[in-house]
């Protein structure tokens, strides 16, 4: 007679069966094409409480696991200054995937209000990295992991020429300027949204979204529906559906910069011009 697996076991084994194709196996392509873990290693795997940052915990918990390459991690959850009710279902969720959480508690959330009322999300998106890397450092780390995943890298870059007037893409790995040592790494970053999603309903998971005091006063809990980002989504959704291939092709636009059909571009922060190469 078989034994009969717990609830965090049948998660655990979806990701590696159900989902091996589009979560598990792009997953290890970008740790291995990437190079974004080496042997002493020890990793803070940043849980915000939300699906990515969730399954991002499990699947570093699998591949420490089973990997020939030794690494630590540490599963480092911060309270910004989420309502109880927000911070019960993280400490739930934690429960039921069995991740050992380490927490800390800041005042982001009303720091980043405070000092940027009418739009605080990019002021509040720098200050949590800025304190999961002091954290993390203090606890003996040499590397944050975060949530971002694949449609992000996508979202990103169109986001970037249409709202920003510019090429720019997401790193899979980015060395801090401010703290020394410390890296940043994006392990899901060939993982698709819609696969994070399928893996969620499938195992009848809720997470938290944004919880901020913000983002609930202008959608009541929503995302906001005239942000950039949603209209992207929308755009690449519509774009989908006459061409299957349109998420890969703007993914793998960033891995294949035509440098020298750019009229301009900057390289660590000085701008160059296709005119340098032409004889005076």
């Given at each position: 007679?078989?034994?009969?697996?717990?609830?965090?076991?049948t998660i655990e084994r979806s990701?590696?069966?159900?989902?091996?194709?589009?979560?598990?196996?792009?997953?290890?392509l970008a740790v291995k094409k990437?190079?974004?873990?080496?042997?002493?290693?020890?990793?803070?795997?940043?849980?915000?409480?939300?699906?990515?940052?969730?399954?991002?915990?499990?699947?570093?918990?699998?591949?420490?696991?089973?990997?020939?390459?030794?690494?630590?991690?540490?599963?480092?959850?911060?309270?910004?200054?989420?309502?109880?009710?927000?911070?019960?279902?993280?400490?739930?969720?934690?429960?039921?995937?069995?991740?050992?959480?380490?927490?800390?508690?800041?005042?982001?959330?009303?720091?980043?209000?405070?000092?940027?009322?009418?739009?605080?999300?990019?002021?509040?998106?720098?200050?949590?990295?800025?304190?999961?890397?002091?954290?993390?450092?203090?606890?003996?780390?040499?590397?944050?992991?975060?949530?971002?995943?694949?449609?992000?890298?996508?979202e990103t870059t169109v986001m970037?020429?249409?709202?920003?007037?510019?090429?720019?893409?997401?790193?899979?790995?980015?060395?801090?300027?401010?703290?020394?040592?410390?890296?940043?790494?994006?392990?899901?970053?060939?993982?698709?949204?819609?696969?994070?999603?399928?893996?969620?309903?499938?195992?009848?998971?809720?997470?938290?979204?944004?919880?901020?005091?913000?983002?609930?006063?202008?959608?009541?809990?929503?995302?906001?529906?005239?942000?950039?980002?949603?209209?992207?989504?929308?755009?690449?959704?519509?774009?989908?559906?006459?061409?299957?291939?349109?998420?890969?092709?703007?993914?793998?636009?960033?891995?294949?910069?035509?440098?020298?059909?750019?009229?301009?571009?900057?390289?660590?922060?000085?701008?160059?011009?296709?005119?340098?190469?032409?004889?005076?």
């Amino acid at each position: 007679m078989s034994k009969q697996l717990t609830r965090c076991q049948t998660i655990e084994r979806s990701m590696i069966t159900t989902y091996r194709k589009t979560i598990w196996s792009p997953f290890v392509l970008a740790v291995k094409k990437y190079r974004l873990i080496s042997a002493g290693d020890k990793i803070a795997v940043c849980i915000s409480g939300g699906k990515d940052s969730m399954l991002l915990a499990k699947l570093m918990q699998e591949l420490q696991r089973h990997s020939e390459i030794p690494f630590e991690l540490v599963f480092l959850a911060m309270n910004p200054g989420y309502n109880e009710q927000n911070m019960q279902k993280i400490m739930e969720n934690a429960s039921i995937l069995e991740i050992p959480l380490t927490t800390f508690d800041s005042d982001i959330f009303a720091a980043a209000d405070s000092a940027c009322a009418e739009s605080p999300c990019y002021l509040c998106a720098r200050m949590r990295r800025g304190h999961l890397y002091a954290k993390a450092k203090e606890l003996g780390c040499n590397k944050i992991a975060l949530g971002h995943h694949k449609s992000d890298v996508i979202e990103t870059t169109v986001m970037g020429m249409l709202y920003g007037g510019q090429l720019q893409g997401m790193l899979p790995r980015l060395q801090s300027t401010n703290f020394e040592g410390m890296e940043l790494i994006r392990p899901m970053y060939c993982i698709l949204e819609e696969d994070i999603l399928r893996w969620k309903e499938y195992n009848g998971l809720e997470f938290i979204a944004c919880a901020c005091k913000f983002t609930q006063n202008l959608t009541g809990g929503d995302e906001d529906i005239f942000s950039a980002r949603r209209k992207v989504k929308a755009l690449i959704a519509d774009l989908k559906k006459e061409n299957e291939n349109v998420e890969n092709n703007i993914f793998q636009s960033v891995h294949n910069v035509q440098l020298d059909t750019l009229v301009e571009y900057k390289q660590d922060g000085e701008k160059h011009s296709f005119l340098e190469k032409l004889q005076k």
